[in-house]
């Protein structure tokens, strides 16, 4: 699970954190005081890091972060001194951190080829998880993780949070009527969601990855091998790392890796598929790099019971409604055809309530809204979606035994082997 450094140290608390239940730091302490408050630390210390979800997060205190390049480990400590946390504890190795007892979260801020593997060795050292989209580089990741989260009681949180409050990209309303359209089936059922650009998706188009690129040498203040860890070894570019490592497969899907979580999950909470996957995918794609992430025209996913979500990549659907059924029909800012709609949302029932403070999931060791469940359910929609680009072509999914039905070819891409000595 870790390279050859601190390889020891780490198995031996890794393996006694396995032989009882783990206490979080909080609970040891009184929560009294502001100094007993839930500390936590940032893993990746790069542009998302600095967010209100992260740096700005004041429900719980800051007390360290890391990140390979040590030009952002002195900017880190710098933001951290002006957002009022003090003098915190930096590093460039997040082993250092995972061993420290005065950590009780980890946000996780690291490309997604770090998500999977970070996630799995912070629940084995007690840390409770907050990491970033997507859940996990590859389904196989994802699994690893839910695993690990569950053997460890952590609690995990992924931070995507359109399922419960805010307005869904470029839609001009939230998730919550069309939860309460959905679930009383004023749609009929099955159901189709169409994302394109009507509803935000083209937000960040043009994650592509440059092929053919010249080496160059690396800067003496990034360690390379260690921002590379479980990935392939490929020479060094400035292109492939930092704001532009989502243009290339080894550590990110493009367009769909950077923001599709974002758009997916709340259609698999609103179409009521948190505990199954699709089990066919379609694409039209031009051929993709085997290095470089290029486009998609259209993918489609199309569950057992015949719902199918269809995103629009080149535009083509501009007039398609986001959701349809037999029933009627719902464009963005709840435009709709169902008769006396906007009185019907307010005679029906709220949605369930849903565990929305993750400090409060922590303390109370409540399983948050957005999980390594829910959240691994909707990364697999992702990533089925990345493997359909790779090969140029559809497939079938088995989502119980979580692999491809007779397809080897996809296989391999949900279950990549890591870089030596790094393994899951």
Same mark, same amino acid.
């Given at each position: ?36 408050? %839930? ?38 400590? %710098?933001?951290?001194?002006?957002? @009022?946390?003090? $003098?915190? =504890? ?7 951190? %995972?061993?420290?007892?005065?950590? !009780? ?12 593997? *970070? ?15 997507? *859940? ?43 939860? $309460? ?46 921002? %590379? ?22 550590? !990110?899907?493009?367009?769909? @890796? ?13 179409? +009521? ?8 995918? +379609? ?49 963005? $800012? ?12 307010? +005679? ?27 959240? =691994? ?23 119980? $035994?979580?692999?491809?039905?007779? !397809? ?17």
């Amino acid at each position: 699970m870790t390279s050859p450094l601190h390889r020891r140290d780490f198995l031996k608390r890794a393996g006694a954190l396995a032989a009882f239940t783990i206490i979080p730091a909080h609970v040891l302490r009184s929560e009294t005081a502001p100094s007993n408050q %839930l500390t936590r630390a940032i893993l990746g210390f790069g542009n998302i890091a600095h967010s209100q979800n992260h740096l700005g997060n004041k429900a719980t205190r800051l007390v360290a972060l890391c990140d390979p390049d040590a030009t952002h480990v002195q900017e880190g400590i %710098l933001q951290a001194e002006k957002n @009022g946390y003090g $003098k915190i =504890f930096a590093c460039r190795d997040f082993r250092e951190i %995972l061993a420290r007892d005065d950590v !009780d979260i980890v946000h996780i801020c690291t490309p997604p080829h770090w998500h999977g593997l *970070m996630s799995v060795m912070a629940a084995q050292a007690g840390k409770d998880i907050w990491c970033e989209k997507p *859940m996990t580089r590859t389904i196989g990741e994802g699994r690893r993780v839910m695993e690990a989260v569950k053997a460890n009681g952590r609690v995990f949180r992924l931070n995507t949070w359109f399922r419960f409050q805010g307005g869904l990209y470029g839609f001009g309303a939230e998730a919550k009527p069309l939860k $309460k359209i959905m679930g009383n089936r004023l749609l009929g059922w099955p159901v189709k969601a169409v994302v394109g650009k009507v509803t935000g998706f083209t937000f960040k188009v043009g994650w592509h990855g440059m092929v053919n690129v010249t080496p160059q040498p690396v800067p003496e203040t990034f360690d390379y091998d260690l921002w %590379l860890g479980p990935a392939p070894y490929k020479p060094y570019h400035r292109h492939r790392t930092h704001g532009s490592f989502r243009g290339y497969w080894d550590y !990110d899907g493009g367009d769909l @890796g950077d923001m599709g979580q974002h758009y997916l999950d709340p259609v698999q909470y609103l179409m +009521e598929k948190d505990d199954t996957s699709p089990v066919k995918v +379609e694409i039209d794609c031009p051929p993709q790099h085997s290095d470089a992430v290029g486009s998609f025209r259209r993918i489609t996913y199309t569950y057992a019971d015949g719902c199918q979500i269809i995103l629009d990549g080149d535009n083509s659907l501009q007039n398609a409604p986001y959701l349809e059924g037999p029933k009627g029909k719902v464009w963005p $800012k709840l435009k709709s055809d169902i008769p006396n709609l906007s009185t019907l949302l307010t +005679e029906l029932p709220d949605p369930a309530p849903q565990q929305t403070d993750f400090a409060e999931s922590v303390r109370l060791r409540r399983t948050f809204a957005l999980n390594e469940r829910n959240g =691994f359910r909707s990364a697999t929609i992702v990533n089925l979606g990345i493997t359909a680009m790779r090969l140029g072509r559809g497939f079938e999914f088995d989502p119980v $035994k979580l692999c491809a039905v007779n !397809d080897p070819a996809a296989d391999k891409f949900f279950y990549q082997p890591m870089r030596a000595p790094w393994v899951m």
